[in-house]
C-alpha cells in the first residue's frame, strides 16, 4: 500500500469515527433526562396498576360466583327474567357471551358444596379470570399443560394448537370411518376386483348392504359403529338413482 493509499485510509476512519460520535451524542441529547422523583413515581404507579389489574381480576371472579348463584337458584325469576343470560343484560349491560364464561368458569372450575360453589378448585385459584377463559373449552388432560406462570395470550396460542390437533384427529378418525364402511359394502356387494368405477349399477342389483355385526344390545352404542352406519346412510343417500336407504335389524345364527 503506498504512502497516500494509506494517509487516505487514515483520513476515512477518522471521518467515519468523528460522525458517529457526533451521532451519539445527537442521539444522548434527543433523549429525555428524567430525574429521580419522576422515576420514582413511575416505579409507584406500574406497582399500582398491577394491583388494580389483580383487583379487577378478583372482582370478575366475584360477579362469577353471584351471578352463578342467582343463575343456580333461579333467582332471576323474581324480577321477572326469563333467564340469567337477560338479567345480566338489562342491569349490567353484559353480553350473553360473556355472562356463559362467568357461569361456565364456575361449573368448571368451582368448588361446590351443597350446591353453592365456594371457591375455586385448589389447582385453578392462583389463574386469573382472563387465564381461565381460554381454558373453557380444554379437555383435563390439556389444561395440565397450562401453567399459572403463563401469559393470556401463550393460552390461547396453545389452545389454538390444541383445536388444530382436535381437528385433525377427527378428520383421521372421520377417513377411518368411511374407509371401514367402503370396506364393509365392498365385502358384502362381493366388488370384483375389475370395478369400473359405475357403483351405481352395482347397488341397482342389490337389495342390502352389510355394515357391521354385533353380539349385544350394549355395542348397538358404540361410537365407531355409528359412525359406520352414518357414514353408509350419506353415500346412500347421494346416489343419483333415487335410492333411500332404511335400515333393517336382523337376528342371525
Known amino acids: ?3 497516500k493509499q494509506e494517509e487516505f485510509k487514515e483520513m476515512k476512519e477518522t471521518v467515519v469515527e468523528k460522525v458517529t460520535n457526533e451521532l451519539v451524542k445527537a442521539n444522548q441529547k434527543s433523549l429525555p433526562v428524567f430525574t429521580k422523583e419522576e422515576k420514582t413515581l413511575y416505579r409507584r404507579l406500574l ?3 398491577d394491583s388494580d389489574i389483580t383487583k379487577v381480576q378478583k372482582s370478575y371472579l366475584d360477579i362469577a360466583f353471584k351471578l352463578h348463584q342467582i343463575y343456580n337458584s333461579k333467582l332471576y325469576e323474581i324480577d321477572g327474567f326469563k333467564n340469567i343470560y337477560d338479567l345480566a343484560k338489562t342491569k349490567y349491560g353484559l353480553a350473553r357471551g360473556t355472562c356463559s364464561d362467568y357461569i361456565n368458569i ?11 360453589c365456594m371457591s375455586l378448585l385448589p389447582e385453578f385459584k392462583d389463574f386469573s379470570f382472563s387465564q381461565l377463559i381460554p381454558m373453557l ?6 389444561r395440565k399443560l ?6 393470556v395470550r401463550e393460552i390461547k396460542e396453545m389452545k389454538r394448537q390444541f383445536e388444530d390437533s382436535n381437528t385433525l384427529i377427527a378428520e383421521q378418525e372421520e377417513l377411518q370411518a368411511e374407509n ?20 351405481d349399477g352395482i347397488i341397482q342389483n342389490s337389495h342390502s348392504a352389510f355394515l357391521a355385526s354385533v353380539d349385544s344390545l350394549e355395542d348397538l352404542s358404540r361410537d365407531d359403529l355409528r359412525n359406520v352406519i352414518e357414514t353408509a346412510l350419506k353415500d346412500f343417500r347421494k346416489n343419483k338413482k ?7 335389524i336382523s337376528l342371525v345364527w
Open 1 to 3: 500500500m503506498s504512502k
Open 47 to 49: 406497582k399500582g396498576i
Open 106 to 116: 364456575i361449573e368448571k372450575f368451582g368448588y361446590f358444596e351443597n350446591g353453592v
Open 137 to 142: 373449552s380444554m379437555t383435563e388432560e390439556q
Open 146 to 151: 397450562i401453567s399459572v406462570n403463563m401469559t
Open 180 to 199: 371401514k364402511a367402503s370396506a364393509y359394502v365392498q365385502e358384502e356387494l362381493d366388488i370384483p376386483e375389475s370395478y369400473d368405477g359405475d357403483i
Open 242 to 248: 333415487g335410492i333411500v336407504p332404511r335400515l333393517a
